[in-house]
Nanobody
Framework: VQLQASGGGLVQAGGSLRLSCAAS????????MGWFRQAPGTEREFVAV????????TSADSVKGRFTISRDTAKNTVYLQMNSLKPEDTAVYYC????????????????WGQGTLVTVSS
């Protein structure tokens, strides 16, 4: 399984970005795809997760109403649409995959992309 995250960048507070995670090397119908983030000096934090087959999602309270996770099964890609960005959203964002469930614990994810940096200026 290979995961390639992209779409990060510098944006002003209140702006939007869309992250992409291109997945390859496996059939993902039984997988759950998650987004995590890690700011300097902090632990990796759960952001959102989606069930590949059904499209059902769950997300962290800190991003509810602002971030939306989705997937395009034809393109084997998972997205994280981030709106109303805040400086505290600044972090490296990682996509990850697990066969287990709607896990919020990063240790339960088997596969990881390389991360993409999101910087939100005030």
């Amino acid at each position: 399984v290979q995961l390639q995250a992209s779409g990060g960048g510098l944006v002003q507070a209140g702006g939007s970005l869309r992250l992409s995670c291109a997945a390859s090397g496996h059939t993902f119908s039984n997988y759950y795809m998650g987004w995590f983030r890690q700011a300097p000096g902090t632990e990796r934090e759960f952001v959102a997760v989606i069930n590949w087959r059904r499209g059902w999602t769950t997300s962290a309270d800190s991003v509810k109403g602002r971030f939306t996770i989705s997937r395009d099964t034809a393109k084997n890609t998972v997205y994280l649409q981030m709106n109303s960005l805040k400086p505290e959203d600044t972090a490296v964002y990682y996509c990850a995959a697990t066969e287990g469930g709607y896990y919020t614990d990063s240790k339960l994810y088997s596969y990881w992309g390389q991360g993409t940096l999101v910087t939100v200026s005030s």
